[in-house]
C-alpha cells in the first residue's frame, strides 16, 4: 500500500499564441487557456500505475485557479481517490511562493501528510527557477530526485528505486528512502485518457475537497523586467507558394545537396 | 569575494561534458564584466583528477567526498549549500541538464537564494546581472533580474560556443571540506544503455523528423514512407516518444539522441529548446509547420507555413518521381 500526492499545475497552452499583457511583464489572460502541465499529466499517470500495482490512495492536490476544477475532476475520473482544491492563493503568483503555499498547506492540513510518495511535474512551461518540487521538498525536509522515469517501491521497506533520464537515452537508477519528492520527467506508460462522459460523471459523483491555503509571507526572489518574442538569429527562408510548388522547392533543395 | 562568477562544473560518467564548456564560456564574459574571478566549482571524488581542460577558469574549488563520483542534484544541493554562504559569489551557474536538473532549485531552496532558470544569456545590465529566459516552450523571452545575490543561474545548452570555454591550462585549485551524512537519503545505484537493436538515428544521413502536428499514431506511417523514399530515418520529439508512438531511441533533444545529419527536416515540431539542441548541427534544416511564429523557425535553413499533410505526400511523390529519373 502506498500513500502518494501529486501536485498538479496549471499553465498557458501554448498551442494558442501567448500574447503579452500591456504591462509587458505578464502573459494577457484572456489570450492564454489555461491546461495540466504535461510533466505534471506523467506525475499523475506514474502515481495511478503505483497505486494500481501496490494498492493504496492518490490524492490530487492543485491551487485555485481557473479551469483547475476540470482538471481535479479528470485526476478523479482516471482514478484518484481524492482531489484537494487550495484556495485563497494571489494570481500570477511566483513558482516558489506557490510551492511554499501547497507545502505549508500540506503541513497544516490533518490527513494529507504522511505520504510515502509526493510526485510533481520535473518542470512547467513557465517555469522561471523551476522550483515546485524542489521547494516542496526543502519545506517538508525531505529528499528529492528529479527528472524520474519509473518508480518502485518497498514499503515495508521504507524505500523505493527510481530510475532517472539521462541524455542519449541512458537510464540512471537510484535508492532514495520514502517519503520522497519526486519530480516527474515521464510515466512509464503514455497517460491515460478519460472520455467527457466519465469527467462529467465524476463531477456528479464525488467532490473537491477546498482547503484555505497556509500562505505565509514570501520574499520576492526576481523581477520580471520585460516579456518578449524571442530575437531568432538569422531564421528559416520562407517558402512560398501552392503546396506542389512547396514540395517542388524543397525536392530542389535536396536534389542541389545530392540528397535525391 | 563579491563579483566572483562560479561555474559547476558537470562531469557525467568520468567526462567533462560539453556544455561546461559553453557555460564556462559564459562565465568568463560575466566575471570580466563584473571583475570578479571565474571559478570553476569540482565535485567529485578525487582532487588528483582536475582536468586541465578547465583553464578558462581563474581557479577551481574541489569538494572532494567519495559519495559525489556521479552528479546527483540532491547530494551536489547539499555540498554547494555548505560551500556559498562562506564564500559569498555574486552568481553560480549550473549547466541546466538532465543530469542537473534541481541542483540548481534545491540549492536555491536551502539558502532562500534566488534562482533564475532555463537562461539564454546572461550580462551585466547597470550594475546588475539580467538573464534572458526562454519559456512556454521557446515562444516567449523574459528578461529577469535577481533580488539578491548570490543568484543561482540554470543556463540552458548552447549559450556560447563550446570552444569559447575549453582551455587546456591547468588553474590553480584550492579544496574545500564539506560534510555529507554517512547515508545520503538518495543513493545511486548504476547505468543502463537505451535497448539496443533500433536504428541508430545518430548515424543517419537523413532524418525525417515528426512533432506533435503528426496526431495520431497511424499517421507516423507518411513519415516513414517519406524517410523511406529519401533513403533516411524517422525520428521525433518527446510527446510522440512519450505516446508511444516512436521507440525511445528515435527521440531527438537533451533527453534523447544529439544527432548531426545532412538533412533534417521538421515535421509539427514546435521547436521548444530541449528539442532544438539535439538537432541543431544539421546541415540542412527544413520545417513545416502551420504556425508561422513556431519557434523552429527561427533555427530551420528553410521553412514552410503549412499543413504537413497537405506538402508530404506531394513531397514523396517528387522524390520518386526524381529517384526513377536519376536510375533510368
Ligand atoms: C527536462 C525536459 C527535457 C526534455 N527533453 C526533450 C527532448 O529530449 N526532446 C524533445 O523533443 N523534447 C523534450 N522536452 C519537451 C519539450 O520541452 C517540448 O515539450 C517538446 O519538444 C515539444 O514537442 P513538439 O514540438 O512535438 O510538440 P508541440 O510543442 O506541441 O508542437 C507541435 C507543433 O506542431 C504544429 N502543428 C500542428 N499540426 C500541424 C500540421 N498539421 N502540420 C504542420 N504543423 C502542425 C504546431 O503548430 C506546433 O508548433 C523536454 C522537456 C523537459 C521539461
Given amino acids: 500500500m502506498v500513500k502518494v500526492l501529486v501536485l498538479l499545475k496549471l499553465v498557458p497552452d501554448v498551442v494558442e499564441e501567448p500574447e503579452i499583457a500591456a504591462d509587458g511583464r505578464s502573459l494577457d489572460p484572456s489570450s492564454v487557456r489555461l491546461v495540466v502541465s504535461e510533466r505534471d499529466e506523467h506525475a499523475l499517470e506514474e502515481a495511478l500505475l503505483l497505486k494500481e500495482r501496490y494498492g493504496g490512495t492518490v490524492t490530487a492536490v492543485a491551487l485555485d485557479v481557473p479551469e483547475v476544477d476540470d482538471v481535479l475532476f479528470t485526476a478523479l475520473a482516471k482514478g484518484a ?32 501528510l504522511p505520504a510515502d510518495l509526493i510526485l510533481t511535474g520535473v518542470q512547467a512551461i513557465d517555469d522561471l527557477d523551476g522550483q515546485t518540487g524542489p521547494v516542496v521538498a526543502r519545506l517538508l525536509e525531505l529528499p528529492y530526485v528529479s527528472m524520474v522515469s519509473r518508480v518502485e517501491v518497498d514499503p ?10 539521462y541524455a542519449g537515452g541512458v537510464t540512471g537508477t537510484f535508492e532514495v528512502r520514502l517519503p520522497v519528492v519526486l519530480g516527474v520527467q515521464s510515466a512509464e506508460k503514455p497517460p491515460r485518457y478519460v472520455p467527457v462522459a466519465r469527467v462529467r460523471a465524476a463531477m456528479k459523483a464525488q467532490r473537491l475537497e477546498v482547503l484555505p491555503a497556509a500562505v505565509e509571507e514570501e520574499p520576492a526572489h526576481l523581477e520580471v523586467l520585460q516579456l518578449s518574442k524571442p530575437q531568432v538569429g538569422g531564421g528559416a527562408v520562407m517558402l512560398e507558394g501552392s503546396p506542389e510548388e512547396v514540395a517542388a522547392q524543397i525536392c530542389d533543395l535536396l536534389r542541389e545537396r545530392g540528397l535525391v | 569575494m563579491a563579483g566572483d562568477i562560479w561555474v559547476l562544473v558537470e562531469q557525467w560518467r568520468g567526462q567533462v561534458t560539453d556544455v561546461t564548456y559553453e557555460v564556462l564560456a559564459l562565465g568568463r564574459e560575466l566575471a570580466t564584466a563584473t571583475g570578479g574571478s571565474l571559478q570553476a566549482v569540482l565535485l567529485g571524488p578525487g582532487v588528483a583528477e582536475v582536468p586541465p581542460s578547465l583553464g578558462a577558469a581563474d581557479g577551481v574549488l574541489v569538494a572532494e567526498n567519495t559519495a559525489l563520483g556521479e552528479p546527483e542534484p540532491d547530494l551536489y544541493a547539499l555540498v554547494l549549500a555548505q560551500v556559498i554562504p562562506r564564500r559569498q559569489p555574486e552568481a553560480l551557474l549550473i549547466p541546466q541538464t538532465n543530469a542537473l536538473m534541481g541542483c540548481g532549485p534545491l540549492l536555491a531552496a536551502r539558502l532562500g537564494l534566488s534562482c533564475i532558470n532555463s537562461c539564454r544569456d546572461v550580462h551585466l545590465d547597470q550594475g546588475r546581472l539580467l538573464a534572458r529566459c526562454l519559456l512556454y516552450g521557446g515562444k516567449v523571452e523574459a528578461a529577469v533580474v535577481p533580488e539578491r545575490t548570490p543568484v543561482v543561474l540554470g543556463i540552458l545548452p548552447g549559450a556560447r560556443p563550446r570552444e569559447q570555454g575549453r582551455i587546456d591550462r591547468t588553474p590553480p585549485c584550492a579544496a574545500v571540506s564539506v560534510d555529507l551524512p554517512a547515508t545520503p537519503p538518495v543513493q545511486f545505484r548504476g547505468y543502463t544503455e537505451p535497448p539496443p537493436g533500433d536504428v541508430d538515428i545518430t548515424r543517419e544521413d537523413v532524418l525525417v523528423a515528426v512533432g506533435r502536428g503528426i496526431q495520431r499514431q497511424e499517421n507516423v506511417a507518411l513519415a516513414e514512407e517519406l524517410a523511406a523514399a529519401l533513403g533516411g530515418a524517422v525520428c521525433g520529439s518527446r510527446p510522440v516518444v512519450d505516446q508511444g508512438w516512436l521507440p525511445a531511441s528515435r527521440q531527438v533533444g537533451t533527453s534523447g539522441m544529439i544527432v548531426e545529419p545532412q538533412m533534417y527536416l521538421a ?8 528539442h532544438v539542441e539535439g538537432m541543431k548541427r544539421a546541415r540542412l534544416i527544413i520545417a513545416i509547420n502551420t504556425d508561422p511564429r513556431a519557434p523552429i523557425f527561427g533555427v530551420a535553413h528553410y521553412g514552410v507555413t503549412a499543413d504537413l499533410f497537405d506538402i508530404v505526400p506531394l513531397l514523396i511523390d517528387r522524390i520518386r518521381a526524381a529517384r526513377q529519373k536519376a536510375a533510368s
Avoid: F, N, Y
Fill in chain 1, 156 to 165: 515495508a521497506g521504507h524505500e523505493a528505486v527510481v530510475a532517472r533520464e
Fill in chain 1, 81 to 112: 481517490d481524492r482531489a484537494v482544491k487550495v484556495s485563497g492563493v494571489e494570481p500570477g503568483m511566483s513558482t516558489w511562493a506557490a510551492a511554499a503555499a501547497l507545502a505549508r498547506t500540506l503541513r497544516v492540513t490533518p490527513g494529507l
Fill in chain 2, 267 to 274: 515535421l509539427g515540431i514546435s521547436g521548444a529548446p530541449e
